[in-house]
């Protein structure tokens, strides 16, 4: 009878589906409650920092005047805590871990501002040019019309 048991697990062994994966070869397949690397939504950061003080490896950094958000992602170790306490939602788990590397790995997101404001920040530097075009203009035109016009021949000069 242990004979025939031990047969049974040789042959399952043999032609059954490996218990273990292939990798690197064979991707990981990751289950559905993974949490992953961190991810951010750098426009929603209002960079308060609450993150940065929940971390419990002081794997962020924020810096409010330059509006960037930094990760050292060797320093994280998934706890999610920062996901939790983001009050904005802009933080998340993705679904797939840091790639290991022989570098550490530090990642810095930069807010920009946005195109409405970039374009008024425009506006307001080439205003003083146009402005003196503008004035110009205005000013050549006024001088124009208050020039009496010449009489023409054969008409009265008081009209
Ligand atoms: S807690 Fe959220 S809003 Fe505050 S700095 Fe961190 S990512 Fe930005
Ligand atoms: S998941 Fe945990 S360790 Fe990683 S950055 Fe967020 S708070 Fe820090």
């Known amino acids: 009878m242990k004979f025939l048991s031990m047969g049974k697990v040789v042959l399952r062994s043999l032609f059954g589906k490996p218990s273990t994966y292939g990798y690197p070869f064979t991707p990981r397949e990751y289950p559905d409650t993974l949490r992953g690397a961190i991810g951010i939504d750098i426009d929603a950061c209002i960079f308060c920092g609450l993150c940065a003080r929940k971390c419990p490896t002081d794997a962020i950094e924020v810096n409010r005047q330059e509006k960037s958000w930094t990760i050292k992602r ?3 170790v ?3 805590y920062c996901v939790d306490t983001c009050m904005k939602n802009c933080l998340w788990t993705e679904h797939t871990h840091v790639v290991p590397d022989t570098v550490k790995q530090v990642d810095t997101y930069k807010q920009e ?5 970039e374009e008024a920040a425009e506006e307001q530097l080439e205003t003083p040019a146009s402005t003196e075009a ?3 203009q205005t000013d050549s035109e006024s001088a ?6 010449e009489p023409q021949e054969g008409e009265p000069a008081d009209a």
């Not at 501002?113 to 404001?117: C, D, I, M």
């Not at 124009?144 to 016009?149: D, K, L, V």
């Open 144 to 149: 124009g019309q208050a020039e009496t016009p």
């Open 113 to 117: 501002p946005p195109e409405a404001e």
């Open 134 to 136: 503008s004035l110009g």
């Open 78 to 80: 998934y706890c999610s």
């Open 74 to 76: 060797m320093q994280c």
